[in-house]
């Protein structure tokens, strides 16, 4: 089996900064897309940014020159480096990665999520 494990939220004040992880452990030949999603409460969730294998990123616009996505692929962890937080940046952040793993004959991409990490801007 295949876990993602988030850590690093926390509460902030408006300016302040958090750093995000998510480390993947498990079944794994390796992960290609890894990425960071946010839930505010009664909106859908949303691609905050997203980090290929080979270290291209993107970014929502909202968060362009705040946020910084940054992965190890030997630890096969992805971070999210946030600074200049604003109240409007508070949701559950959720860790995504596109995980390869062998089955038999075969190699197969799965979706796999983290449990979420509550970060909360106060104003």
């Known amino acids: 089996q295949v876990q993602l494990v988030e850590s690093g939220g926390g509460l902030v004040q408006a300016g302040g900064s958090l750093r995000l992880s998510c480390a993947a452990s498990?079944?794994?030949?390796?992960?290609?897309?890894m990425g960071w999603y946010r839930q505010a409460p009664g909106k859908q969730r949303e691609l905050v940014a997203a980090i290929t294998s080979g270290g291209s990123t993107n970014y929502t616009d909202s968060v362009k020159g705040r946020f910084t996505i940054s992965r190890e692929n030997a630890k096969n962890t992805v971070y999210l480096q946030m600074v200049s937080l604003k109240p409007e940046d508070t949701a559950v952040y959720y860790c995504?990665?596109?995980?390869?793993?062998?089955?038999?004959?075969?190699?197969?991409?799965?979706?796999?999520w983290g449990q979420g990490t509550q970060v909360t801007v106060s104003s």
């Open positions: 498990g079944s794994i030949f390796s992960i290609n897309a």
């Open positions: 995504n990665a596109h995980i390869l793993r062998r089955r038999p004959g075969l190699m197969v991409e799965y979706e796999y």
